[in-house]
């Protein structure tokens, strides 16, 4: 019978022969987790720390038994140019990582995490704790000046996602939340932010003035006035600081061709059309990105690039 430890290092193993990495820790670290969340709620803006802390569960449930471990799981994912017909003219657009694909990103880790544990006699459930908080807790990652994780060899292009298991752990990782030392002496992603939302006194943004939290509101509420429009720079997200750091300097040009749109379905975004009255197949376009979640701030994104 195979001792657990010997069980996680086939898992990580396996996983990094997929051009991923991943870290196992202890589940008796949830309230840690939660505490250092709650740490953090004198350095956030109100109400984004009331939005926050909704996405996650300190009691969690599974469909096995006990939760003996947290894992998370570090995918490299590109930024995407996607493009819309214009006035018989493209506009293309980034999008950061992270925001495509993201449920088949999920559903294809917990697949092959199953194929690995499910033999061992041991089970995953897909988790909802602060998995940037704990890749760095983990060793896994590390914060940027910028409130970014960054991975080895993937820099901030990466998505992280989390897993509750049922693995015992013999040999538990629970380091200091550390930004990394590169970024002491770097002021890039600082000085490249148009808004000042970044400071060199933590790696805590200042929410309020970040470009990216205001693009991924509603699309009914409105820029504030003080974001001025030459600023944006993607149809929703932002990549101002991760474009300049040097950590990203092997991923910084990683992209990825996205949906595009042609002028008719470009003039249907732009008019706010509800999801579900939308032509089948501009819907399915949606679907196929894995996009439904950010469709509602495309107009009011859209039209900043398009003046309308």
């Not at 396996?14 to 740490?39: S, T």
């Not at 880790?109 to 006699?121: A, D, F, Q, R, T």
Request: net charge neutral; glycine share 4%.
């Amino acid at each position: 019978m195979k001792q657990n430890q010997e069980i996680i290092e086939n898992f990580y193993k396996k996983i990094e022969n997929k051009g991923y990495k991943a870290r196992f820790v202890d589940a008796k670290h949830i309230p840690d987790l939660k505490n250092d969340i709650q740490q953090q709620k004198a350095y956030m803006y109100p109400k984004f720390y009331e939005e926050y802390k909704k996405y996650f569960e300190f009691i969690p449930e599974v469909d096995f038994g006990i939760i003996k471990s947290l894992i998370v799981i570090a995918v490299p994912v590109p930024q995407f140019e996607i493009t819309f017909q214009y006035n018989s003219k493209p506009l293309s657009l980034k999008i950061p990582p992270t925001y495509l694909y993201g449920q088949k990103i999920v559903d294809d880790l917990e697949e092959l995490s199953k194929s690995i544990l499910n033999p061992e006699g041991y089970n995953i459930n897909y988790g909802r704790f602060p998995v940037k908080t704990l890749a760095v807790r983990s060793g896994l990652a590390k914060y940027g000046r910028n409130n970014i994780t960054y991975v080895s060899g993937m820099g901030s292009f990466h998505r992280l996602v989390p897993f509750y298991s049922d693995v015992p752990i013999e040999e538990d990782i629970w380091v200091e939340r550390e930004m990394m030392d590169e970024c002491e002496k770097c002021n890039a992603c600082m000085n490249n932010c148009p808004t000042g939302a970044i400071s060199n006194e933590r790696f805590l943004l200042k929410v309020d003035r970040c470009l990216t939290y205001h693009n991924e509101q509603p699309g009914h509420v409105p820029f504030p006035e003080w974001i001025d429009r030459s600023w944006h720079n993607c149809i929703v997200g932002c990549l101002h600081c991760q474009k300049v750091c040097p950590m990203n300097k092997k991923v910084k040009n990683w992209i990825e061709k996205g949906p595009s749109f042609n002028e008719k379905e470009t003039k249907i975004l732009l008019q706010g059309t509800n999801f579900d009255d939308l032509p089948q197949e501009l819907k399915n376009k949606f679907k196929e990105y894995d996009f439904m979640n950010d469709f509602e701030t495309i107009p009011r994104n859209l039209g900043v690039f398009l003046n309308e």
